[in-house]
């Protein structure tokens, strides 16, 4: 069973940074397309970051851009998602997600597993 697992969130102050880590099991992640998504108070999942299996990647917000940056390691089944100069509004919980479609998805409904989420809290 494909199961994934989120770590790394956490406080901190504006422009400090974090990594995100995103643990796969019960599929081989050089199969799968990987999506970073989160979900803010009271507004809707949105895609942050995508990778497919062939490392191709999609950056789909574009506040992040030039901030974030995602990165696998299939020899550990795993995904990471670094964010540097972190700013209050990426205040959310951040979710990955995998899909077994080759090209990368900013949509929900295309994800086939989905990560428990891991908070991201940036507050001074």
């Known amino acids: 069973q494909l199961q994934l697992v989120e770590s790394g969130g956490g406080l901190v102050q504006p422009g400090g940074s974090l990594r995100l880590s995103c643990a796969v099991s019960?599929?081989?992640?050089?199969?799968?397309?990987i999506g970073w998504f989160r979900q803010a108070p009271g507004k809707e999942r949105e895609a942050v970051f995508c990778?497919?299996?062939?490392?191709?990647?999609?950056n789909y917000a574009d506040s992040v851009k030039g901030r974030f940056t995602m990165s696998r390691d299939n020899a550990n089944n795993a995904v990471s998602l670094q964010m540097n100069s972190l700013e209050p509004e990426d205040t959310a919980v951040y979710y990955c997600?995998?899909?077994?479609?080759?090209?990368?998805?900013?949509?929900?409904?295309?994800?086939?597993?989905w990560g428990q989420g891991t908070q991201v809290t940036v507050s001074s």
């Open positions: 997600a995998a899909s077994t479609y080759y090209f990368c998805s900013k949509y929900v409904t295309e994800y086939d597993a």
């Open positions: 019960g599929f081989r992640l050089s199969s799968l397309t």
């Open positions: 990778m497919n299996r062939s490392g191709a990647s999609a």
